[in-house]
């Protein structure tokens, strides 16, 4: 005799799906995650670059910031960024340490970028106060 069919039974089909569902649903839970932290290594990227320009404008300006707290915007990426600069004295009196944060948004207490940076007083002005 011969058997009578050579397929699969709707149980073993019924158990195929089903690990296939689980893979998928796994595939797809990873493929969010990736897209979730490529959106944040953006936004990370586009905040610091903000803060760098800051950086770069006290350098080419060759300014001499007063120690002081300072709130601005600045638009990056087609969006507006808020930023924050705490200018502090050094041990050098040459020398202006200079932390630039950046949030999304002008309330936020949680930064999205942080960058610190000194200049120098090129211009010989006064080095104890402003």
């Known amino acids: 005799m011969r058997p009578l069919s050579r397929g699969f039974t ?11 569902a689980i893979a998928l649903a796994a595939v797809m839970r990873a493929m969010a995650q990736a897209i979730d932290t490529t959106a944040s290594l953006r936004e990370h990227n586009v ?11 006290h350098e ?25 600069e705490q200018v502090s004295t050094t041990p050098e009196p040459k020398i202006r340490r200079i932390e630039i ?12 970028a942080r960058l610190v940076g ?7 002005t006064n080095s104890s106060g402003t």
């Open 10 to 20: 709707l149980v073993e089909v019924l158990v195929a799906l089903a690990v296939l």
């Open 47 to 57: 905040a610091l670059w903000v803060a760098q320009n800051r950086l770069a404008e």
């Open 60 to 84: 080419m300006r060759q300014d001499w910031p007063a120690a002081d707290t300072t709130d601005g915007e600045a638009e990056m990426g087609g969006e507006k960024w808020y930023w924050r």
């Open 101 to 112: 944060t950046v949030r999304r948004t002008a309330d936020s207490k949680d930064s999205r």
């Open 118 to 124: 000194y200049l120098r007083n090129k211009l010989g």
